[in-house]
């Protein structure tokens, strides 16, 4: 499994993108709680879905809590296109489950700023990201950096 850290955990095997520690430190960095790690969400009694992340951030001003989940993606394997319709598809997936269940957390997809330069540039992407309203967090994982948030 490339880019994949596999963990296994109470009889089950839990993927981990490779970039999840650096996503994690950035998000702190950025001003962000991590309390979930991973972030699950039962959709019926046998299945349950696992962002990889969830967080909250204290708004001073409002005395409020935005709360975010965010799923990591890499985009080390050979194709893009494919790593990028897993990565909607899960997505939309997170976005309906956290719409029924928790509809004040913002789902966002995590994605490395090299990726967002190139790839997530082309027009067919664009108007994908545009169409389904992803939300990106655009993440340097050499800096551990949140580089911008796209709403």
Not at 43 to 59: H, R
Not at 123 to 140: C, T
Request: proline share 3%; net charge negative.
């Amino acid at each position: 499994m490339s880019g994949v850290i596999v963990e296994l955990e109470n009889d089950f095997i839990m993927a981990k993108d490779i970039f999840h520690q650096q996503v994690k430190r950035a998000l702190s960095k950025d001003g962000w709680q991590i309390t979930h790690d991973p972030f699950t969400i039962m959709i019926s009694e046998s299945v349950k879905l696992q962002i990889d992340l969830g967080a909250q951030n204290a708004i001073a001003a409002e005395k409020d809590f935005n709360k975010i989940a965010v799923e990591i993606k890499s985009f080390i394997a050979e194709s893009d296109i494919s790593s990028f319709h897993t990565a909607l598809g899960q997505y939309l997936n997170y976005c309906q489950a956290i719409e029924e269940q928790q509809p004040e957390r913002i789902v966002y997809l995590a994605i490395p700023v090299e990726t967002y330069d190139d790839f997530f540039q082309l027009s067919f992407i664009q108007r994908a990201l545009h169409r389904y309203q992803v939300k990106l967090i655009i993440y340097d994982p050499n800096l551990e950096e949140i580089k911008q948030w796209i709403n």
